[in-house]
């Protein structure tokens, strides 16, 4: 089976351009989470989903940042505009209800906002 | 008191011997406690995960020990192996929560 699949893998971009980082989830996999990963702040969740509806957004940053979840296979980040703080890997994460909270990571988007 | 703080930050080891990480929580309604496994370029992996209602997991070479009373719960890795090499996240989550608090991370170097 494949696992979590993100694209792009790596994106290096300027500051002020938009960015849009995506997200396929494990089928039959009815949670979706975003998280990103810094040396200073470790794993942070930013948003997650269930059954595509956004749950809790409380960890966005600020405006710049949106997510959306338009079907059960996809999902996107969105920067808006970017600056170089944004830097940083960004995880999509999924679990299927039903069980303990055990999150299945992909391999990370790696965003440098030059 | 969503916190979980976890220890050492890094880890040097040599083959055949034991790593030890070590994390503390402080909300007491947490009842899921992963750890996860992140190699460099990729995302993490849950390696083993405990609830409360037992003090030890064990699935091979890695073991989960659990103190409820003083909100602890560490990783051993028995015979570490280069292989090992890795950074280690403890994670608390609420029973059927979704959030899942991670710890800071510790960087394991086991020398051959």
């Known amino acids: 089976d494949a696992g979590v699949i993100q694209s792009p893998r790596h994106e290096v971009t300027e500051m002020g351009q938009e960015v849009t980082l995506r997200c396929k989830p494990i089928?039959?996999?009815?949670?979706l989470f975003w998280y990103r990963q810094t040396m200073m702040r470790g794993l942070e969740l930013l948003i997650y989903f269930n059954n595509n509806v956004p749950i809790d957004d409380s960890g966005m940053p600020e405006d710049r940042f949106s997510a959306k979840m338009p079907n059960a296979s996809f999902s996107t980040l969105k920067i808006q505009p970017s600056e170089p703080r944004d830097s940083a890997v960004y995880f999509c994460?999924?679990?299927?209800?039903?069980?303990?909270?055990?999150?299945?990571f992909g391999p990370g988007t790696r965003l440098t906002v030059l | 008191q969503q916190q979980v703080k976890q220890s050492p930050q890094s880890l040097i080891v040599q083959k055949g011997g034991i790593s030890i990480i070590n994390c503390a929580y402080e909300?007491?309604?947490?009842?899921?406690f992963p750890w996860y496994q992140q190699f460099p370029g990729k995302g993490p992996a849950l390696l083993i995960a405990?609830?409360?209602?037992?003090s030890e997991k064990k699935e091979g070479r890695f073991t989960i020990s659990f103190n409820k009373s003083a909100k602890q719960f560490s990783l051993h890795i028995m015979d570490s192996q280069p292989g090992d090499s890795a950074t280690y996240f403890c994670a608390a989550s609420m029973e059927y929560g979704n959030k899942l608090v991670f710890g800071a991370g510790t960087i394991l170097r086991v020398k051959s």
């Open positions: 405990i609830r409360p209602d037992v």
């Open positions: 089928s039959g996999h009815d949670y």
């Open positions: 994460a999924t679990r299927v209800s039903g069980s303990y909270n055990e999150q299945f």
């Open positions: 909300n007491t309604a947490f009842d899921y």
